[in-house]
């Protein structure tokens, strides 16, 4: 029974690798769009949040602020997942850079789950209780809540830095798992993963959702007119377009990943046929590609939930676009101004 145990566990070994070709032009194709996009985009909007001084203390902006800076930091780790796979999944790296790289994209993949809940709640909280919101959703709280989310998330992920270079095929190799005996273990932190990095926040979103909708079309909220209903009916709006594009993400980016990686473990873990197996790895592989595109998403979130984002995006791109010397410092200078007005 032991050799039969282990014939089978090597031949879900093969077939899973069977598929390497695939699974490594899908990732070059899907980096090498994210990271120049990501990249750039974050590190744009972080900027715009540091130029917008009048709104730092804005509870939504601290988050946002962090969702930015986990998308940029997983950017960075992108270029060295292209080397690996240009290089047909060799790792020329040191070991610990193997380590940081599968470390850093659970960071990035369940902060941002949860920063994206966490506005959610706090756009809830805006249109459906704004006097428990001023007295609660301080800038101070919500930086405290964000340093919770990265410090939980970090610990969480934590084993996953256990996961280095291995060796196959006499080539060292990243991303894969050390051994099949590790298969069990991954299949318990994904269902760990699935329960508190994205089914709680994604009932979360839904309540919140389906809450200021009810709000929004409520006939209380329109018997009266004038310029302060219009203020007030357009700030509702706002908010569910910001939860709606959250749904969205957690839609197309978030929803097939967890579901189909569930699936996959599941058949690797229980020996099922060799082809299931590689039809669920190329699942994953694609599923894995919108869960890392979450990175370009989220730029466009704050473009259009923040009106005061898309203005100060409109200021440098004019102050980028004049052809007169020194045009982009008057430009910088006059956004400053406009924070300060």
């Not at 850079?97 to 994209?105: D, I, M, N, S, Y």
């Not at 099949?180 to 508190?196: C, F, K, Q």
């Not at 209380?220 to 700030?235: E, F, K, V």
């Not at 466009?300 to 898309?310: A, E, I, K, Q, V």
Request: aromatic share 12%; with cysteine; net charge positive.
């Amino acid at each position: 029974m032991g050799n039969n145990t282990s014939a089978t566990t090597e031949m879900l070994v093969a077939c899973f690798h069977d598929d390497d070709t695939f699974k490594y032009r899908a990732y070059t194709f899907t980096y090498l769009l994210v990271f120049p996009v990501a990249f750039l985009c974050n590190v744009g909007a972080l900027a715009v949040f540091f130029l917008q001084s009048n709104r730092r203390n804005s509870p939504s902006y601290v988050v946002m602020m962090n969702l930015a800076i986990s998308d940029g930091s997983f950017s960075l780790t992108l270029p060295l997942r292209l080397a690996y796979y240009f290089r047909g999944g060799v790792w020329d790296f040191p070991d610990w850079l193997c380590r940081l790289c599968v470390f850093g994209f659970y960071v990035n993949l369940y902060t941002s789950i949860l920063f994206l809940t966490l506005l959610s709640i706090l756009r809830w909280l805006a249109v459906a209780r704004p006097l428990r919101h001023r007295s609660l959703a301080t800038p101070t709280r919500s930086l405290l809540v964000c340093l919770g989310v990265w410090l939980f998330v970090g610990v969480s992920s934590a084993p996953f830095l256990s996961n280095g270079v291995t060796n196959r095929a006499g080539f060292p190799r990243c991303f894969e798992p050390s051994s099949p005996s590790s298969w069990g273990r991954i299949l318990i932190l994904n269902y760990v993963g699935v329960a508190l990095g994205f089914l709680l926040p994604f009932v979360t979103i839904i309540i919140c959702y389906s809450r200021i909708v009810q709000r929004l079309t409520a006939p209380s909220g329109l018997r009266s007119s004038g310029p302060s209903n219009n203020i007030r009916l357009r700030n509702r709006r706002r908010s569910v377009r910001l939860v709606a594009m959250v749904t969205a993400t957690f839609l197309l980016c978030f929803l097939p990943y967890h579901l189909i990686r569930s699936l996959h473990l599941h058949a690797v873990c229980g020996r099922w046929s060799c082809g299931v197996v590689v039809a669920l790895q190329r699942a994953v592989v694609v599923t894995l590609c919108l869960a890392a595109s979450n990175s370009v998403v989220n730029p466009l979130l704050y473009y259009y939930s923040t009106r005061t984002f898309r203005d100060k995006m409109r200021d440098a791109h004019s102050s980028l676009l004049s052809s007169r010397p020194g045009s982009f410092r008057s430009g910088l200078a006059m956004m400053r101004r406009r924070n300060t007005t």
